[in-house]
């Protein structure tokens, strides 16, 4: 399940900035483990060369050193360098599950 935000999400609150780059960050990882498992599969499933290197991709390890470097500086920012903090009042913020009734107060026009 998601997590839930309980308040209207808007990129100028400091704790939402900083849950939503978390989760981008979370998504790079994820999409960087499946994608270089697939091209490493693919690699060590090739035919090998007379050499003995193997075959398939040859461009992989350069794939992997190049993206990982990228989601190594992308965990640098986010943990490190990156400041969270208030721009703008969150004042009105109010804790809770999200979820907030309208009043029930139903306005009446009175005649004249």
Do not use: C
């Not at 091209?39 to 090739?46: A, N, S, T």
């Not at 943990?79 to 599950?97: L, M, Q």
Request: charged share 20%; net charge positive; aromatic share 12%.
């Amino acid at each position: 399940m998601p997590p839930r935000w309980p308040r209207k999400p808007d990129r100028q609150d400091s704790a939402y900035r900083r849950l939503d780059d978390r989760m981008n960050f979370a998504v790079h990882v994820a999409i960087f483990a499946v994608i270089n498992s697939g091209l490493w599969f693919f690699r060590i499933l090739g035919e090998t060369s007379e050499l003995g290197a193997p075959g398939g991709l040859p461009w992989t390890p350069w794939i992997t050193a190049g993206w990982g470097a990228v989601l190594v500086a992308h965990a640098i920012f986010i943990f490190a360098i990156a400041k969270y903090e208030d721009s703008v009042s969150t004042a009105n913020t109010v804790s809770g599950t999200g979820f907030q009734p309208k009043s029930d107060k139903k306005t009446t026009k009175t005649k004249r």
